[in-house]
């Protein structure tokens, strides 16, 4: 790298720090507060990756190159962007504004072009890992091979690896073969809270070296590897490596004279430490002592130019939190803000004049159209904005062979056993993932004619030695289901890769992913991270409920209905029947590939024609399967949320709404209803989240202006008399449906499950909890009175 070129990068580097810290102080201090809330920011953690950002996107990062930036660097990346031409002044100016440059560094939010929204220490970093791993999955399956490879980087905050998800990632990469992957940890040795303990370099180093990787330590900038080779320097590398991490840091922020002071006092009479320091002045000891490798360009450009090769690295670089500013090393600067007065000091520093605070070029002291060459050369910036990804046509029918009698979740497997032996674009980019439950959420038969995904091919040996197995476990870089270990984190932060291909890499992969309904929650803020970014993909829950009875009361599920009304970007659905899953997964499948275009959405508000993943909430119990014909309007009732499964009649006093495997009970429950109240009604819920969704807009349309308009429960319950009760009753909370009663104005008994951990048959425990055809038939006599039913006793 030429001289010009580097001093190039160190205004860069000056232009990058300032401009972040110009940001949030004009955030917090200069566009005005109205509401008396914090804004924030945090000068200290950018300040930290300021160089390590300014090699990497200026230099070292290829177009194809992906990013998790450390979300509190997010300014950083901000300035970074508006240098390369890639993001507004007002949008700066707006920081954690209104429409703004957001906070941490969004996908979804952000105009220039994030790559993993990052803001939950802990999940961009291992996202990153399963990035690396989506691309090999879809160039070993011949896809994307017209662009080249592409690294996954992730900038780590050294506190940020307290996150056990990270740890169970690298886990999982070590299994699954991982490359090109890049981990970058701004080892500062400072949390939100405090220093760090001392050595963690070492554990961290261990760690890495454990699972596979390769790792370099960058310590000690340019300026003291020379000093260490001058009389005295010896003594005085010796001195920083036993330094403790909170000595250190208390010095830096104290500056020269307590440098000075410090070493002194520990050199006592050594002769050549002490002409060392003394030859030195208090600026000239300072910027020495903090020359750490960290905040090196020439140090940090070596060491990942040496890295050329594709296995995975992980780079400790050292580093001060508050570099360059005046806080920097204080055990609060986390979230310190610079006063005014230190501002109006840093500017003038800067060469900033007065109103030119956000010009890219002042103060530099590089002419202006030598760095505007430099920067319309940079590798990064020639990258294309998002990918575009065909998209694969979905059939409105999926085949489902249906029994007779038969639960959700063999008919899941069912569908997709099916689909496993067609040869169409469909099948060929489903892509399966589960964490250890591949066999016990019913996809087994899939597996076995799709196999499993691995860099090498791995006959399965019991096969082999004919030993009779059900499962055939054949991995090869064509299998289309990857088995992850039990961790459920990998599972979401997989799925959130997977279902990112389309953007990352151009290519469209319809992912599908199994677990245990219950274990969502171990995920759950994956599974909101994987949302919130707009990865698409299906995730299919089961068992679940108290309806998994014998199988454990420790396993059972009630509060996912509400998780899947109130996740933002996930579609939840629970059917019933398995004709109606059949519905509903051609319809995921066609979902998830939808645009999510704000303006669509506003148009659209009625029918929510926008994407989104899809989470279906299955069951294990075998119920009788009803013999119907699919006609559109059924189809578009169950898409929709909801449908008559028996009519209300004039005189109706009461209307079961009941969601999934509580179905036989409501249906016998109206069926003894009806010897006495003969309109009964019975409405099978099968998304109370879209159905929730579509009234919500629809209210909100009215009150808009748009006064003509009925979502789908308003036109479902709109002849239903007023003196009409509602029984609502699933596996799962009673709030799930208990605002139908809302909708006109009707009285509700919302029966559910608030309460788990007893096992049982599935009677048994419907019993005990009050979901059952007695409990449901009492709460009807409750709301909507009418002659006592005589066979009340017998039930049940
Ligand atoms: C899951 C999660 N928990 C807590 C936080 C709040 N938080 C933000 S930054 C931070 C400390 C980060 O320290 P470190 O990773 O070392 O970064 P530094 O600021 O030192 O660069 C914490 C606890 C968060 N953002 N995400
Ligand atoms: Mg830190």
Known sequence: MSASEMSILGELEKKVLWLATWTIHHANHIRGNLDGVKVGGHQASSASLATIMTALYFRVLRSQDRVAVKPHASPVFHAIQYLLGRQTQDKLAAFRGYKGAQSYPSRTKDVDDVDFSTGSVGLGVAQTLFSSLVQDYVRAHGWGLGQPEGRMVALIGDAELDEGNIFEAMLEGWKQGLRNCWWIIDYNRQSLDAVVREGLWARYEALFRNFGWDVVILKYGTLLQQAFAEPGGAWLR??????????????????????????????????????????????????????????????????????DHERPTCFICYTIKGYGLPFAGHKDNHAGLMTKAQMQTLQAAMGVRPGREWDKFEGLAVAADEIERFLADVPFAKRRRRHEAVPIVIPPELPAPIQPAMSTQTGFGAILNELGKETSALADRIVTTSPDVTVSTNLGPWVNRRGLFAHEALADAFKKERIPSTFAWEFSPKGQHIELGIAEMNLFILLSALGLSYSHLGERLLPIGTLYDPFIARGLDALNYA?????????????????????????????TPLIGMAQDGLAAFEPAFVDELAVILAFALAYIQKEDDAQAAERNWLRNETGGSVYLRLSTRPIEQPQRTMTAELREGIIDGAYWLREPGPNCEVVVAFTGAVAPEAIQAVGLMAEDRRDAGLLAVTSADRLNAGWTAAQRARERGLLNVRCHVERLLTDLPGHCGIVTVLDGHPATLAWLGAVGGHRVRALGVEHFGQTGSV?????????????IVAAAQAIAPGRPIRHLRSIG
């Not at 050594?270 to 960290?294: C, H, I, K, W, Y």
């Open 238 to 307: 010796q001195w920083i490596d036993n330094c403790p991490n909170q000595l250190y840091s208390a010095l830096v922020f104290q500056g020269g004279s307590a440098w000075r002071k410090r070493l002194l006092d520990d050199i006592g009479d050594r002769n050549a430490p002490r002409q060392f320091v003394e030859a030195r002045s208090d600026d000239e000891l300072a910027r020495l002592m903090t020359n750490l490798a960290g905040h090196d360009l020439p140090s940090l450009i070596d060491a990942f130019a040496a890295a």
């Open 531 to 559: 949302c919130y970014q707009d990865a698409r993909f299906i995730l299919v829950a089961t068992p679940s409920g108290i309806t998994l009875a014998p199988e454990g009361g420790a396993h059972q599920s009630i509060s």
């Open 763 to 775: 009677a048994d425990l419907y019993r005990h909890y009050g979901i059952d055809t007695n409990a």
